[in-house]
C-alpha cells in the first residue's frame, strides 16, 4: 500500500460540480477524499476525521472559508492540519489574509489538475517533513537531557573522589598509575604529575615480603577484592602505614581493565599499637584481638555496603528490562495483531468480495485465534499493571445473576466440545431484587470467574462435570459478610506440594502437564490478585483424580446491613442445570413451555414482539422461538415498537437499544407510561454494552437486560423465566 492510499484529502466547497472534479483528480492520483459543502458541517467531519490536508473554498453559505480556517486553526486537534484555500478571486489581498489565517497555499480556480495534485503533494511533503523534524528534536532533547544527567552523576562521582578523606589509586591492568586524588597528593607529597605513568612500587620500603604482593596480585586479577596493611614511604622519606582495599574494574563483557585501591593511613593507631607493646602481654593480647575484630567487622562491613550496592543495581536493572519487555512485547505483537483482525473482519464483512463457506469457516478461526492471542496479551499487561499499582477498579452494583450466566456462556461451548455438564446454582436469597446485586467492578470479577471456569474445562475430562455455586457466608458480630463463588469439577486434580504454586505468574504446576494442556500461568494469578484488590481472598482444595474446588470470597458491607430475604415471588428453581449432552432447540426451565406457562384463562399462544431495525438479523431468533410455538410480530424501529405494543399488546418485548426514530431506551418508558401495558415484559437485547447501560434499563422499566452475542438456547431460557415469573406474579 502506497502512502497517498492511506492519506486523506477533506474537500470542503458548496459547488457539487467542483467536489466532483477533485475527488475524481484525486482519486486517479491515489487519494482519499472526504467532503462537506459547508463549513460548518466541515469543521465537525474534520474533528474526527483528522485528515492529512484541506481544499478549502472560500465563497461558501453561513461561514465562508476564511472564518472556517479561523475556526480550525482554533481548535487543538485540527490547528497542525495543512489547509489550501480555492478561490476563483485574484486579490492579493485575499491570499494575505488567507494566509495570516494559517493557509498555506491558494489554488485558483478553474483548476489546473497537475497543479493541484503538484500543491498537495508539495505541502504534504513539507508536513512530514516538519514532523519528522519535530520527532528528531524532541529525541534530540531527551539524549541532551540523559547526557546532562550522566554528566551530573559523573560530577558527583568526581567530586566524592576529589573530597574523598581516604586515599584512591587507579591504576591499568599492568599497575601503572593513571590517577590519584588530592589525599594521596597531600599523604605522600608525590603530584598527580609525578605519580602518573609510574607503579605504586615507588612507595615500597622492603618491610612487606614479596610473597604478599604476588598474593595479592592473584586475588585482585583473578575478580577478587584484597585487603591489607603496607608500611609504604613518602616522597621526603618519612614512613607511614596504611591501610588498603584493592579490587578490580571491570568493562561490560566482565573484563578486568583496571584496578582501584582505596587507603587509609593508619599510622596513628600502628604508633599507638607499638606503645602498647610495651605494656605487659596480657593487654597486648587483649588490644591485638580487639584490632583484628575492628579490622573483621570494617571488612565485613565494607563488603556488605559493595553487595548492597551491587543488589540495588541487579535490581534496578532487571526493573528496567522487565518493563522494556512488556513494552516491547505490547507493541511487537498487538501490531501484527491488529492487522490480522483487521483484516479478518473486512472479509467477513464482505468488503473485499464475497467468501465461500469453508473461506469463512478459515477466517472464524483467524479471527478467534488472533482474539486469543489479544487476550494472553491482556493478561500480561493486567498483571503487570496490578503489579505496578496502575489498575483501578470501577465499582457499580452487578446483578449476581447475569453475573453468573454470562461467565458460564463464555465457557459452554468449550465445555459442549468435551460434554462436560455445567451447572449453576445460586442462593434463593438473590432472588429478592433488593439484594439481587452487589458492589464488585463487574468487568474484573466476570474475568475471574471466567478464567476459574475455563481452567475446570481445561482439566477436566470428557463426560465430566463442573459447577458454579453462590452464596452467603454470614458475618460474625460487628464484622461483614462474604460472598461466596465456588468452582467445582470433576478434573485431573493437583498433588498437595503443587498448590503452593498455583497463583504465581507465568508458573504452571508440572512440566507433563504443560505439554498436554496449553497456557501461560497467567489466569489463576490474575484470579488472586482481582480478588484481592476487592479486599477479597482466593483459596483452592484438590484431590488427584478427583477433582478441585475453588472458592472466591468478596467482602461485602452491603449484606451485613440488609439481611437477604426470600421472595415468595421470585422463581422457586434456584439450580439450573446447563446440559449440553443434547441439540434439542429448546430447554425448559423446570419442565415448563411456553404453553404450561399460560394463565388457566389463556389458550391462545404467547406472543412476543421483536423490536429491532435490521430484520435481517432478526432470521435465527424468529425460526427458534417460532419452533418454541410463540405469535411473533416485528418492529424495524421503536415508534413503530410502540405503536405495535398499543394497538395489540404482546406477552413479552424482546427490545433492540439501538432503534431509529426512536432509541429503545426512549421506546421502554413511552411503554411503560402506558397502565395497559404495565405487566408486559420487556426483555432488552444489546450487542454494544456501556457502562451504566443496564442500569438505565432496568430503571425505565425493562426485566432483564441481556448482550449478543448470546445463544438461542440462553435466549429461550431467559424469556420462558420472564414469563414465568410475571405469568405467578400478575395470578
Known amino acids: ?219 585482585i586479577a583473578s575478580g577478587e577484592n584484597w585487603y591489607g596493611e603496607f608500611q609504604n614511604k613518602k616522597k621526603n622519606g618519612d614512613l607511614y602505614w596504611e591501610y588498603a582495599s584493592i579490587s578490580g574494574i571491570k568493562n561490560s563483557q566482565g573484563e578486568i581493565t583496571h584496578y582501584v585501591a582505596v587507603k587509609e593511613d593508619i599510622t596513628q593507631r600502628k604508633l599507638t599499637e607499638q606503645a602498647l607493646l610495651n605494656l605487659n602481654q596480657d593487654l597486648e593480647d587483649r588490644v591485638e584481638q580487639r584490632t583484628a575484630a575492628l579490622q573483621q567487622s570494617e571488612r565485613q562491613l565494607q563488603q556488605t555496603n559493595e553487595q548492597l550496592i551491587l543488589s540495588n543495581l541487579d535490581l534496578a536493572r532487571e526493573t528496567k528490562l522487565k518493563d522494556e519487555f512488556l513494552a516491547n512485547m505490547s507493541h511487537e505483537l498487538r501490531t501484527p495483531l491488529n492487522a490480522i483482525l483487521g483484516l479478518s473482519e473486512a472479509l467477513q464483512d464482505g468488503a473485499l468480495g464475497e467468501l465461500g463457506d469453508r473461506q469463512k469457516k478459515a477466517l472464524h478461526t483467524i479471527e478467534t485465534s488472533g482474539q486469543h492471542l489479544l487476550q494472553l496479551i491482556n493478561d500480561i499487561l493486567d498483571i503487570a499493571k496490578i503489579a505496578s499499582g496502575k489498575l483501578e477498579l470501577y465499582i457499580e452494583e452487578t446483578n449476581v445473576h447475569s453475573l453468573c450466566s454470562d461467565s458460564i456462556s463464555f465457557v459452554r461451548q468449550l465445555a459442549f466440545k468435551k460434554n462436560i455438564q455445567l451447572e449453576l446454582q445460586i442462593s434463593d436469597r438473590f432472588n429478592n431484587i433488593q439484594n439481587s446485586t452487589i458492589p464488585i467492578d463487574q468487568l474484573r470479577m466476570r474475568q475471574a470467574l471466567i478464567n476459574l471456569l475455563s481452567n475446570a474445562v481445561k482439566f477436566t475430562p470428557e463426560d465430566g462435570s463442573i459447577k458454579l455455586d453462590v452464596t452467603i457466608e ?133 406472543k412476543i414482539l421483536i423490536a429491532k431495525d435490521r430484520a435481517t438479523n432478526v432470521g435465527s431468533i424468529w425460526d427458534y422461538l417460532e419452533s418454541q410455538c410463540y405469535k411473533l410480530s416485528l418492529a424495524t424501529n421503536g415508534q413503530e415498537a410502540i405503536e405495535a405494543a398499543i394497538a395489540d399488546p404482546p406477552d413479552l418485548i424482546l427490545m433492540d437499544i439501538q432503534t431509529s426514530e426512536v432509541d429503545g431506551l426512549t421506546a421502554i418508558k413511552n411503554i411503560r407510561a402506558n397502565s395497559a401495558l404495565a405487566t408486559v415484559v420487556i426483555v432488552v437485547l444489546t450487542g454494544c454494552e456501556i457502562v451504566g447501560d443496564r442500569q438505565k434499563c432496568l430503571e425505565a422499566g425493562a426485566n432483564e437486560y441481556l448482550t449478543k452475542p448470546i445463544k438461542l438456547r440462553d435466549l429461550a431460557n431467559t424469556i420462558q423465566n420472564c414469563l414465568q415469573v410475571s405469568s405467578s406474579q400478575t395470578c
Open 1 to 219: 500500500m502506497s502512502n497517498r492510499q492511506q492519506t486523506v484529502i477533506f474537500i470542503i466547497d458548496d459547488n457539487p460540480s467542483n467536489i466532483k472534479v477533485l475527488t475524481h483528480v484525486l482519486a486517479l492520483s491515489g487519494y482519499k477524499t472526504l467532503i462537506a459543502m459547508d463549513g460548518l458541517s466541515g469543521i465537525q467531519k474534520i474533528i474526527k476525521a483528522k485528515p492529512d490536508l484541506i481544499l478549502l473554498d472560500i465563497m461558501m453559505p453561513n461561514i465562508d472559508g476564511f472564518e472556517t480556517c479561523k475556526r480550525l486553526k482554533a481548535l487543538e486537534k485540527t490547528h497542525d492540519i495543512p489547509i489550501i484555500f480555492m478561490t476563483a478571486l485574484a486579490s492579493t489581498a485575499d491570499k494575505v489574509k488567507g494566509l495570516s489565517l494559517g493557509a498555506v497555499d491558494y489554488i485558483t480556480k478553474p483548476f489546473q489538475q497537475e497543479e493541484v495534485v503538484a500543491r498537495i503533494e508539495t505541502h504534504l511533503k513539507i508536513c512530514r517533513l516538519a514532523h519528522a523534524l519535530e520527532e528528531q528534536n524532541q529525541k534530540l532533547k531527551l539524549e541532551i537531557k540523559q547526557r546532562q544527567k550522566a554528566e551530573e552523576e559523573l560530577k558527583i562521582l568526581s567530586r566524592a573522589t576529589e573530597q574523598s578523606p581516604a586515599s584512591i589509586v587507579i591504576t591499568n591492568v599492568d599497575g601503572d598509575i593513571e590517577y590519584v586524588n588530592p589525599k594521596f597528593e597531600e599523604l605522600t607529597g608525590y603530584t598527580l604529575a609525578e605519580a602518573k605513568g609510574n607503579n605504586p612500587r615507588i612507595l615500597k620500603t622492603g618491610h612487606t615480603m614479596t610473597r604478599e604482593y604476588e598474593t595479592m596480585w592473584n586475588r
Open 474 to 606: 454470614e458475618a460474625a458480630q460487628n464484622q461483614v459478610a462474604n460472598v461466596v463463588f465456588t468452582v467445582r469439577d470433576t478434573g485431573i486434580g493437583i498433588a498437595p506440594e503443587h498448590i503452593g504454586k498455583l497463583f504465581q505468574p507465568f508458573v504452571q504446576i508440572d512440566s507433563a502437564l504443560n505439554r498436554q494442556y496449553a497456557g501461560t500461568g497467567l489466569g489463576l494469578s490474575l484470579v488472586r490478585k482481582i480478588t484481592e484488590l476487592h479486599g477479597g481472598n482466593v483459596s483452592v482444595k484438590s484431590e488427584l483424580d478427583r477433582g478441585s474446588c475453588f472458592t472466591i470470597k468478596l467482602p461485602c458491607q452491603k449484606l451485613s446491613i440488609n439481611k437477604l430475604s426470600i421472595n415468595p415471588l421470585s422463581n422457586p428453581v434456584s439450580n439450573i442445570a446447563l446440559s449440553n449432552q443434547s441439540d434439542i432447540a429448546a430447554v425448559n426451565i423446570a419442565g415448563l413451555s411456553p404453553q404450561s406457562m399460560r394463565s388457566p384463562s389463556r389458550n391462545s399462544p404467547l
